[in-house]
């Protein structure tokens, strides 16, 4: 079953650093996500990219974020200037669709980043 | 302010019952429902989605919607104790995110 692939699966970061986390999304899937959840809390929604831009982000996904598709399967999010309260497991996600009534959408098995 | 609400429990059911979990939500635009079972530490996994009233089922597991009421609803039959897990309830929002709740954990005693 086609999977998406996310590295490093643990990486830790001194406070300030900049960070990639890396995604590669199933091949014919045209929309790419980006979620977090803080340890013990809800799982929340950063940003969606389609088309090689974003398309809608949320309040969390600040100036200190960016998303990028360098190649034609890679689809990475970089946070500069690391801060403690970025410490979270990031999932990526891919869809075929982003309106499918029934289909949800196939996540990695996520980057757990540690802020030290 | 769009939000999922669940119970956190734990819910503790014993091996070969009946686990049902309930979710709520606020938006009556959504159209489209999703329950996602997650290991501790691992990634969110897709088990079922449901956007029609009524009872949808898939092997052990039932989904079930009422829009009228805004809630939305797991049935695991034959529970074992692999399905110790907590279960998040998602909605698809009308710009397309996923709104979660914060899980329902259950416990699943041989």
């Known amino acids: 079953e086609p999977e998406v692939t996310q590295t490093p699966s643990h990486q830790v970061t001194q406070m300030g650093q900049e960070v990639i986390l890396r995604c590669v999304p199933i091949?014919?899937?045209?929309?790419f996500y980006w979620y977090r959840q803080i340890l013990g809390q809800k799982v929340e929604f950063l940003v969606s990219?389609?088309?090689?831009?974003?398309?809608?982000k949320s309040e969390i996904f600040d100036d200190q974020f960016s998303v990028e598709r360098p190649d034609g399967s890679n689809f990475t999010l970089k946070i500069r200037s690391t801060k403690l309260e970025d410490s979270a497991m990031y999932f990526c996600?891919?869809?075929?669709?982003?309106?499918?009534?029934?289909?949800?959408?196939?996540f990695g098995s996520g980057t757990r980043l540690t802020v030290v | 302010q769009k939000e999922v609400e669940q119970n956190s429990g734990p819910l503790s059911v014993p091996e070969g019952a009946i686990a049902s979990l309930n979710c709520t939500y606020s938006?009556?635009?959504?159209?489209?429902f999703f329950w996602y079972r997650q290991y501790s530490g691992k990634s969110p996994e897709l088990i079922m989605s449901?956007?029609s009233n009524g009872d949808k089922e898939d092997g052990r597991f039932t989904a079930q919607l009422n829009k009228a009421s805004q809630y939305v609803s797991l049935l695991i039959r034959d529970s074992q104790p692999s399905d110790s897990a907590t279960y998040l309830c998602?909605?698809?929002?009308?710009?397309?995110?996923?709104?979660w709740g914060a899980g329902t954990k259950l416990i699943i005693k041989p």
């Open positions: 996600a891919s869809s075929v669709l982003r309106d499918s009534l029934q289909d949800g959408y196939t």
């Open positions: 091949s014919n899937h045209l929309y």
């Open positions: 990219f389609y088309n090689n831009e974003i398309s809608e």
């Open positions: 938006d009556r635009g959504s159209q489209s």
């Open positions: 449901i956007y």
């Open positions: 998602a909605l698809r929002s009308s710009n397309y995110q996923l709104i």
